[in-house]
């Protein structure tokens, strides 16, 4: 039985500073009357916050009851993109699973944090989850995916997809498609990249298969982008290679010798002993909060 699923990808207009859970909602009602056998449905990073880490709540919330009650209404999966979380003292930016049955069954704490703007604690584990008789998923957020360690981790985790919020505002999107092409390459699985619009991106939201090809782009409007992939095609090109020639896995998996990178405190490395501080960019943070 082919493993085919059903996606949709909501870029919409995020309003800076407010709570947008009721146009969450709103389009996830038009999601489920247009495009019934969607299977899971994502939103882009930090839609429902309105960017704003001042919104910041424990998790559950009232936020996260109501996204939970859709899923199990319309008996989907959701990826709600990711929200501010608090935490005793700590702000993060995590990213939901909710499940069909209405429970959050994975939450992610994004592990690099955009530092010329945000100012929330990094996680400190990658997530993948299973959606039973499909397959293996992974979750990535925005910065994260200019990590390859991380894509890579989520590959040999056993993730067949990632899934990948972000609010790419900068001029610097047009890099994200191409990072988005590379790891979906590089690593033989899909990769979906949700942007914002408004004060949460600039649009131009991707879907790539598993051996790098474009199923599509958004514009810089707001749309549901639908999908159905079949992941027995990620199985088929690791088998067999990408193209039917880069069996990238199975050498990788044979190569008998260690990478120092991974193997000795990555920090001794030489590229370090040449760069400066990590600093937060006040006037860029400044900007933003406007």
């Given at each position: 039985?082919?493993?085919?699923?059903?996606?949709?990808?909501?870029?919409?207009?995020?309003?800076?500073?407010?709570?947008?859970?009721?146009?969450?909602?709103?389009?996830?009602?038009t999601?489920?009357?247009?495009?019934?056998?969607?299977?899971?449905?994502?939103?882009?990073?930090?839609?429902?916050c309105?960017?704003?880490?001042?919104?910041?709540?424990?998790?559950?919330?009232?936020?996260?009851?109501q996204?939970?009650?859709?899923?199990?209404?319309?008996?989907?999966?959701?990826?709600?993109g990711?929200?501010?979380?608090?935490?005793?003292?700590?702000?993060y930016?995590?990213?939901?699973?909710?499940?069909?049955?209405?429970?959050?069954?994975?939450?992610?704490?994004?592990?690099?944090?955009?530092?010329?703007?945000?100012?929330?604690?990094?996680?400190?584990?990658?997530?993948?989850?299973?959606?039973?008789?499909?397959?293996?998923?992974?979750?990535?957020?925005?910065?994260?995916?200019?990590?390859?360690?991380?894509?890579?981790?989520?590959?040999?985790?056993?993730?067949?997809?990632?899934?990948?919020?972000?609010?790419?505002?900068?001029?610097?999107?047009?890099?994200?498609?191409?990072?988005?092409?590379?790891?979906?390459?590089?690593?033989?699985?899909?990769?979906?990249?949700?942007?914002?619009?408004?004060?949460?991106?600039?649009?131009?939201?991707?879907?790539?298969?598993?051996?790098?090809?474009?199923?599509?782009?958004?514009?810089?409007?707001?749309?549901?982008?639908?999908?159905?992939?079949?992941?027995?095609?990620?199985?088929?090109?690791?088998?067999?290679?990408?193209?039917?020639?880069?069996?990238?896995?199975?050498?990788?998996?044979?190569?008998?010798?260690?990478?120092?990178?991974?193997?000795?405190?990555?920090?001794?490395?030489?590229?370090?002993?040449?760069?400066?501080?990590?600093?937060?960019h006040?006037?860029?943070?400044?900007?933003?909060?406007?």
């Amino acid at each position: 039985m082919a493993r085919y699923l059903g996606i949709a990808g909501i870029q919409m207009e995020v309003v800076r500073g407010k709570e947008n859970i009721e146009g969450v909602i709103k389009r996830l009602q038009t999601a489920a009357a247009l495009f019934p056998w969607v299977d899971i449905v994502i939103f882009s990073e930090l839609c429902v916050c309105g960017m704003n880490s001042e919104l910041a709540q424990p998790i559950p919330n009232g936020m996260t009851n109501q996204l939970c009650n859709w899923a199990q209404k319309e008996g989907k999966w959701l990826i709600p993109g990711s929200m501010y979380e608090k935490d005793g003292n700590h702000i993060y930016n995590t990213s939901l699973v909710i499940s069909p049955d209405g429970e959050i069954t994975a939450k992610y704490r994004k592990v690099f944090p955009w530092r010329p703007f945000e100012e929330s604690e990094a996680g400190n584990a990658l997530c993948v989850f299973d959606i039973p008789e499909k397959g293996r998923f992974g979750l990535c957020i925005c910065y994260d995916q200019w990590f390859p360690e991380v894509i890579r981790t989520l590959g040999w985790m056993g993730a067949e997809a990632i899934f990948c919020p972000t609010a790419t505002t900068t001029s610097d999107r047009p890099l994200e498609l191409v990072l988005a092409q590379a790891n979906a390459i590089a690593n033989q699985l899909y990769f979906f990249s949700i942007n914002g619009i408004g004060a949460g991106g600039v649009g131009r939201s991707i879907f790539v298969d598993p051996e790098g090809r474009i199923l599509q782009t958004a514009g810089e409007r707001e749309i549901i982008m639908t999908e159905v992939v079949d992941l027995d095609m990620v199985s088929r090109v690791r088998e067999y290679g990408t193209l039917g020639v880069c069996q990238l896995w199975k050498e990788l998996r044979d190569y008998k010798e260690k990478f120092p990178v991974y193997q000795e405190n990555m920090r001794n490395g030489e590229i370090f002993k040449s760069l400066g501080v990590l600093k937060l960019h006040r006037k860029i943070l400044n900007h933003y909060l406007l």
